[in-house]
């Protein structure tokens, strides 16, 4: 998809900073669930440093995605998917701001310029009820403005939750279901 393309999303049209210019890491690093295609394994379809070998038909989930690469600007050349193995995209209405490593590179979000990055993208979103969670396949690592906090992998019935500890600083843990509904009635984050 060329730069300067508008797009529809749930907030209405936008504009694309960027194109892909023959990045396809995406269609290795997500899952795309319509085509039994799991995190981290190369789709079938993928035609790799082209594009989507289906564009015309590819399922909404690939026609709908759109990584924060290709939304902002205004970020630096090192975070050109391809050079840093990452794939950055938003979630929870742009709360969450996700980094997929891509599995060949497991440390990649926690070499450097990139973990500086994310820890201070933290500290920026944490006060405003935003996340900044880094994931290699299914394994989850809250970042937290001065380390992270690994969660292990996430069931479909898990949360993450972040607190300001009373003491300052923040810290991160799973919670299930149950607890996630426990601590949004008592009004706390999750
Ligand atoms: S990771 Fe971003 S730049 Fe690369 S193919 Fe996917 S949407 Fe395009
Ligand atoms: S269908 Fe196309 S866009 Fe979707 S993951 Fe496969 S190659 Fe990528």
Redesign the pocket.
Do not use: K
């Given at each position: 998809?060329p730069g300067g393309t508008t797009v529809q999303t749930p907030n209405g049209p936008f504009t694309l900073a960027?194109?892909?210019?023959g990045?396809?890491?995406?269609?290795k690093?997500l899952a795309a669930p319509p085509l039994d295609k799991p995190m981290g394994q190369w789709c079938v379809h993928c035609v790799r440093d082209t594009?989507c070998g289906i564009h015309a038909t590819r399922p909404p989930v690939c026609r709908n995605?759109?990584?924060y690469?290709?939304i902002d600007g205004a970020l630096g050349e090192e975070w050109?998917?391809?050079t840093a193995h990452i794939?950055l995209s938003l979630d929870l209405d742009g709360r969450r701001l996700n980094a997929n490593a891509d599995p060949d590179y497991p440390d990649a979000w926690r070499r450097e310029p990139y973990y500086a990055q994310l820890k201070a993208w933290a500290a920026q979103a944490l006060p405003q009820n935003g996340q900044v969670v880094a994931y290699l396949g299914n394994e989850v690592f809250v970042i937290l403005p001065d380390r992270h906090v690994a969660l292990g992998l996430m069931g479909d019935d898990d949360y993450i939750f972040i607190e300001h500890l009373p003491g300052g600083g923040w810290d991160a843990r799973k919670v299930n279901a149950k607890e996630a509904d426990a601590l949004r009635q008592a009004g706390r984050v999750s």
């Open positions: 998809m960027r194109g892909c210019d990045c396809t890491l995406c269609c690093v594009g995605f759109h990584c690469w290709l050109r998917p391809g794939v």
